[in-house]
Protein backbone atom coordinates (compact mmCIF):
# COMPACT_ATOMS: atom_id res chain seq x y z
CA UNK A 1 0.00 0.00 0.00
CA UNK A 2 1.08 3.83 -0.56
CA UNK A 3 -0.03 7.28 -0.65
CA UNK A 4 1.92 10.14 -2.51
CA UNK A 5 2.42 13.59 -1.07
CA UNK A 6 3.61 15.47 -3.84
CA UNK A 7 1.82 19.05 -2.81
CA UNK A 8 4.19 19.15 0.23
CA UNK A 9 7.34 20.48 0.02
CA UNK A 10 8.86 18.78 2.92
CA UNK A 11 6.20 15.84 4.29
CA UNK A 12 6.45 15.95 8.12
CA UNK A 13 3.74 13.56 8.39
CA UNK A 14 1.12 15.32 10.42
CA UNK A 15 -1.51 13.68 12.48
CA UNK A 16 -4.35 13.63 9.88
CA UNK A 17 -1.88 11.54 8.09
CA UNK A 18 -1.10 9.23 10.89
CA UNK A 19 -4.95 8.72 11.04
CA UNK A 20 -5.85 8.56 7.71
CA UNK A 21 -2.84 5.77 7.13
CA UNK A 22 -4.17 3.92 10.35
CA UNK A 23 -7.23 3.68 8.76
CA UNK A 24 -6.23 2.62 5.28
CA UNK A 25 -4.47 -0.06 7.08
CA UNK A 26 -7.34 -1.27 9.54
CA UNK A 27 -9.55 -1.41 6.49
CA UNK A 28 -7.56 -3.47 4.13
CA UNK A 29 -9.02 -6.78 3.26
CA UNK A 30 -5.30 -8.47 3.03
CA UNK A 31 -2.85 -7.98 5.22
CA UNK A 32 -0.60 -5.02 4.95
CA UNK A 33 3.10 -5.82 4.82
CA UNK A 34 4.23 -2.54 4.33
CA UNK A 35 2.95 0.95 3.82
CA UNK A 36 5.06 3.80 1.86
CA UNK A 37 4.92 6.95 1.70
CA UNK A 38 6.05 8.98 -1.56
CA UNK A 39 7.31 12.83 -0.92
CA UNK A 40 9.38 14.91 -2.16
CA UNK A 41 12.08 15.26 0.75
CA UNK A 42 11.20 13.92 4.40
CA UNK A 43 12.08 15.36 7.40
CA UNK A 44 13.61 14.14 10.50
CA UNK A 45 9.93 14.77 12.10
CA UNK A 46 8.56 12.34 9.73
CA UNK A 47 10.34 9.54 10.97
CA UNK A 48 9.04 9.31 14.80
CA UNK A 49 5.54 9.32 13.47
CA UNK A 50 6.52 6.50 11.46
CA UNK A 51 7.67 4.73 14.64
CA UNK A 52 4.86 5.40 16.33
CA UNK A 53 2.15 4.06 13.38
CA UNK A 54 4.25 1.37 13.37
CA UNK A 55 3.92 0.65 17.39
CA UNK A 56 0.26 2.05 17.59
CA UNK A 57 -1.59 0.41 14.35
CA UNK A 58 -1.94 -2.83 16.15
CA UNK A 59 -0.44 -4.64 13.32
CA UNK A 60 2.92 -5.73 11.92
CA UNK A 61 2.52 -3.23 9.00
CA UNK A 62 5.87 -1.58 8.26
CA UNK A 63 5.79 2.24 7.39
CA UNK A 64 8.47 3.21 4.56
CA UNK A 65 9.35 7.10 4.26
CA UNK A 66 11.10 7.65 0.64
CA UNK A 67 11.59 10.71 -1.20
CA UNK A 68 10.50 10.97 -5.32
CA UNK A 69 14.13 11.03 -6.10
CA UNK A 70 15.41 7.86 -4.33
CA UNK A 71 12.38 6.29 -5.38
CA UNK A 72 13.39 6.81 -8.95
CA UNK A 73 16.95 6.49 -8.30
CA UNK A 74 15.88 2.72 -7.29
CA UNK A 75 14.19 2.20 -10.38
CA UNK A 76 17.00 3.07 -12.29
CA UNK A 77 19.95 1.17 -10.39
CA UNK A 78 18.18 -1.94 -9.07
CA UNK A 79 19.62 -3.66 -12.46
CA UNK A 80 22.79 -3.05 -11.43
CA UNK A 81 22.75 -4.86 -8.38
CA UNK A 82 19.99 -7.71 -9.22
CA UNK A 83 21.61 -11.26 -10.21
CA UNK A 84 18.45 -11.82 -12.32
CA UNK A 85 15.67 -9.65 -13.72
CA UNK A 86 12.93 -10.01 -11.06
CA UNK A 87 12.33 -7.07 -8.42
CA UNK A 88 12.06 -7.43 -5.12
CA UNK A 89 9.74 -5.41 -3.02
CA UNK A 90 11.25 -6.61 0.45
CA UNK A 91 13.15 -3.69 -0.10
CA UNK A 92 11.23 -1.18 0.58
CA UNK A 93 9.08 -3.21 3.94
CA UNK A 94 11.11 -1.45 6.31
CA UNK A 95 10.07 1.31 9.04
CA UNK A 96 11.70 4.39 8.59
CA UNK A 97 13.04 6.93 6.11
CA UNK A 98 14.57 5.36 3.10
CA UNK A 99 17.52 7.24 2.01
CA UNK A 100 19.89 5.94 -0.76
CA UNK A 101 22.50 4.61 1.58
CA UNK A 102 20.10 2.35 3.23
CA UNK A 103 18.50 1.33 -0.36
CA UNK A 104 22.09 0.24 -1.61
CA UNK A 105 22.62 -1.77 1.34
CA UNK A 106 18.64 -3.47 1.17
CA UNK A 107 19.56 -3.92 -2.80
CA UNK A 108 22.46 -5.53 -1.83
CA UNK A 109 20.60 -8.30 0.48
CA UNK A 110 17.24 -8.35 -1.32
CA UNK A 111 18.88 -8.89 -5.06
CA UNK A 112 21.35 -11.12 -4.99
Known sequence: MWDTKSKETIYEFPNDHFNQFRRYIHNSTERVNCFMVIAPEISDKAEENAYRLKTQSGTDTDLSLISADDLKWVA?????????SKFSLDIFNFT???GQGSL???MKIFLK
Open 96 to 98: GVL
Open 104 to 106: KKR
Open 76 to 84: ESWGSYSSN
